[in-house]
């Protein structure tokens, strides 16, 4: 079991740029190196998104469209947190942010379904992000 907490949400301006946290914690953190860490959004009124992905290691990143050139995910496994990095951050950007995390590297899919939020295995409760315009 591992449970995650996102922080560093909040409302900021057209342009303007904020760094998301993910904290991991509970008795399956030892296998939290293994784990495939993802960011969703869900906006309001709207189904929940794939934003970005990091491959256990922190080898590979894949982004969504939207946040391609924008976001940069990136990870510490030694201190158990993973976060991203938005730039340039536009009013459809506002939504709830989410971490997940999954275990494709031991189940032999960890650069495939990464856009998939049903691949996942545990969710934090999520961060708001505002920006005004």
């Known amino acids: 079991q591992v449970q995650l907490v996102e922080s560093g949400g909040g409302l900021v301006q057209d342009g303007g740029s904020l760094t998301l946290s993910c904290a991991a914690s509970g008795r399956g953190l030892s296998s939290y190196g293994v784990y495939g860490v993802g960011w969703f959004r869900q906006a309001p009124g709207k189904e929940r998104e794939f934003v970005a992905y990091?491959?256990?290691?922190?080898?590979?990143?894949y982004y969504s469209d939207s946040a391609k050139g924008r976001f940069a995910i990136y990870r510490d496994n030694a201190q158990y947190r993973a976060y991203l990095l938005m730039n340039n951050l536009r009013p459809d950007d506002t939504a709830v942010y989410y971490c997940?995390?999954?275990?494709?590297?031991?189940?032999?899919?960890?650069?495939?379904?990464?856009?998939?939020?049903?691949?996942?295995?545990?969710w934090g409760q999520g961060t708001a992000v505002t920006v005004s315009s």
């Open positions: 997940t995390v999954r275990r494709g590297y031991m189940l032999g899919y960890e650069e495939s379904g990464y856009q998939d939020g049903s691949s996942y295995d545990y």
């Open positions: 990091i491959t256990h290691s922190g080898g590979r990143e």
